[in-house]
């Protein structure tokens, strides 16, 4: 739903607004940060990852209790009941969402990308985005990590992988993101990049340019690459 929607549904019951959820889609992603669009998801947890008044109820028992509870939520999807109820993806109930083991994931610090791009576009996430399929992400709260995603050296790494696609595109999916290999860097490498990453998010331009370059003088370092193989 955009904005106009979550105020609309928050007026008619404040306490739904912790089940609109910010999300985040392959497009508005980019290099070092996102751009987003102002788009929330309903988010009910299935029951069986959360305990839900309604929970073990029958169907009927169920839906007037999450009724009575989430009146704006749930008038707003009686429009889409039907589709919703033909959902494979869904919980217990049509109103929720399919059980999650890595639910707890999304509200915390995390790398973002898109799945498919023509060069590395990861960012750093302190929001507690949702993200959806055409947007991954990394478990991690380690910015270094992230310059190192965004680094030439990854960029050629992918480009030279399976994951080239059409026209110059790289598909930046998890077993190909999960796969790239990560040496054991000491921590004053790993601050500097961190320090670097943020100065990324907001630079642009020529300063950008040169962080970038920063950046890729330091990984090319960490794997010992000569001037020849650069």
Request: charged share 30%; with cysteine.
């Amino acid at each position: 739903v955009n904005e106009e929607t979550r105020s609309k549904l928050i007026a008619g019951d404040s306490s739904c607004e912790k089940y609109l959820r910010p999300i985040l889609k392959g497009r508005d992603l980019e290099r070092w940060k996102s751009d987003w669009s102002s788009n929330y998801l309903i988010s009910i947890p299935s029951s069986g990852n959360q305990r839900h008044p309604w929970k073990n109820m029958s169907d009927h028992d169920a839906e007037t209790t999450f009724s009575k509870l989430h009146p704006s939520i749930f008038t707003h999807l009686c429009e889409y009941k039907t589709k919703l109820k033909k959902r494979d993806d869904q919980g217990n109930y049509y109103w929720e969402l399919r059980a999650c083991v890595y639910w707890d994931l999304f509200i915390k610090p995390k790398i973002i990308y898109s799945d498919i791009s023509k060069r590395p576009q990861f960012s750093m996430d302190n929001e507690k985005f949702l993200c959806l399929n055409t947007c991954y992400f990394l478990a991690s709260d380690s910015e270094w990590i992230c310059a190192l995603m965004n680094s030439k050296l990854s960029h050629y790494y992918f480009l030279n992988s399976n994951a080239l696609v059409r026209g110059g595109y790289v598909r930046f999916f998890t077993q190909y993101v999960t796969d790239f290999p990560i040496p054991i860097i000491d921590d004053e490498k790993k601050e500097e990049l961190s320090k670097l990453t943020r100065r990324a998010t907001s630079a642009a331009g020529k300063e950008l340019r040169i962080v970038e370059q920063r950046i890729d003088n330091i990984v090319f370092d960490i794997y010992q690459l000569t001037k020849k193989q650069i």
